[in-house]
Antibody, heavy 115, light 113 residues
């Protein structure tokens, strides 16, 4: 069974940093693109970033480019999102997803940016 | 960036009756490889989204056959042949033809009348 379990969310002040993690299981992690998608409270879905299976290429939404960094650890079957210079508008539930067109989603982790 | 629009944004439905949601893109979603990367997702209240349909008309494993997707180019439709209680939630379309960025529609909220 495919499972994606996010962790690392929480309350952070504007300008602060946070690192999200996603533990993947039930599939061959190294064979798949992986993505982060976020959803602000009461709002729609926004694609944030994705990463190639071998980690050689990464892509970002303009809204996070230069501030966020997606990475993966093939030995630990894990996906990460390093978020720096956080802003209030980054407040959202962050979902770890499998594939460029997400076929599996985690339960999400809430990031709240507020003073 | 490709802009995705959906209509209606709110859809009151009746149990057992059909329902239909439209999704339009600001440019053709036909990829140079010949495929059209348009997907549909359902987010039930309090849950993560779930993919229902990929590449316009392909149902994901476990998705009931009352759900069907159709369309081409810039116009796409998700149809529910007979709405059931578990179908309430927000439906999103998403394109992954022209990326980055991948883009979602604003969502259509389906609820009972």
């Amino acid at each position: 069974e495919v499972q994606l379990v996010e962790s690392g969310g929480g309350l952070v002040q504007p300008g602060g940093s946070l690192r999200l993690s996603c533990a993947a299981s039930g599939f061959t992690f190294n064979n798949y693109w992986m993505s982060w998608v976020r959803q602000a409270p009461g709002k729609g879905l926004e694609w944030v970033a994705n990463i190639k299976p071998d980690g050689s290429d990464t892509y970002y939404a303009d809204s996070v480019k230069g501030r966020f960094s997606i990475s993966r650890d093939k030995a630990k079957n894990s996906l990460f999102l390093q978020m720096n210079s956080l802003r209030a508008e980054d407040t959202a539930v962050y979902y770890c997803t499998r594939g460029k067109t997400p076929d599996y989603w985690g339960q999400g982790t809430l990031v709240t940016v507020s003073s | 960036d490709v802009v995705m629009t959906q209509s209606p944004l709110s859809l009151p439905v009746t149990l057992g009756q059909p329902a239909s949601i439209s999704c339009r893109s600001s440019q053709s979603l036909v990829h140079s490889d010949g495929n059209t990367y348009l997907s549909w997702f359902l987010q039930r209240p309090g849950q993560s989204p779930r993919r229902l349909i990929y590449r316009v008309s392909n149902r994901d494993s476990g998705v009931p056959d009352r759900f069907s997707g159709s369309g081409s180019g810039t116009d796409f439709t998700l149809k529910i042949s007979r709405v059931e209680a578990e179908d309430v939630g927000v439906y999103f379309c998403m394109q992954t033809t022209h990326w980055p960025p991948c883009t979602f529609g604003p969502g259509t909220k389906v609820d009972f009348k």
